[in-house]
Nanobody, 125 residues
Framework: VQLQASGGGLVQTGGSLRLSCTAS????????VGWFRQAPGNEREFVAA????????DYADSVKGRFTMSRDNAKNTVYLQMNSLKPEDTATYSC???????????????????WGQGTLVTVSS
């Protein structure tokens, strides 16, 4: 499966963006999907994940209550709605997928075999 992330951009503090991750080459159904981000000089960190069925979702503490992940299997797309953005959310965001995700390890990048290119989110203060 190939992943294409999009939707990044420049937004002011308090603004919103919606990132999309679209799959091709295979149906997205049956894949657990995660979002990770990496700011310059920082290590990649977990942001959010959704289970294969879409029935479960989890978020990093730093984004809980502000970010919402959803999936539309009919469109082969997963979304990350980001509200109340802060300057510290500035990073390159990447989506990743796994057919064999173990939910207890959803925050580990090693769980994901497929990665899309990143999309840059910049939040100005």
């Amino acid at each position: 499966v190939q992943l294409q992330a999009s939707g990044g951009g420049l937004v002011q503090t308090g603004g919103s963006l919606r990132l999309s991750c679209t799959a091709s080459g295979d149906t997205f159904r049956g894949y657990g999907v995660g979002w990770f981000r990496q700011a310059p000089g920082n290590e990649r960190e977990f942001v959010a994940a959704v289970s294969r069925t879409g029935g479960g979702a989890d978020y990093a503490d730093s984004v809980k209550g502000r970010f919402t992940m959803s999936r539309d299997n009919a469109k082969n797309t997963v979304y990350l709605q980001m509200n109340s953005l802060k300057p510290e959310d500035t990073a390159t965001y990447s989506c990743a997928a796994s057919r064999t995700i173990i939910w207890s390890s959803r925050a580990s990048s090693r769980m994901y075999a497929y990665w899309g290119q990143g999309t840059l989110v910049t939040v100005s203060s």
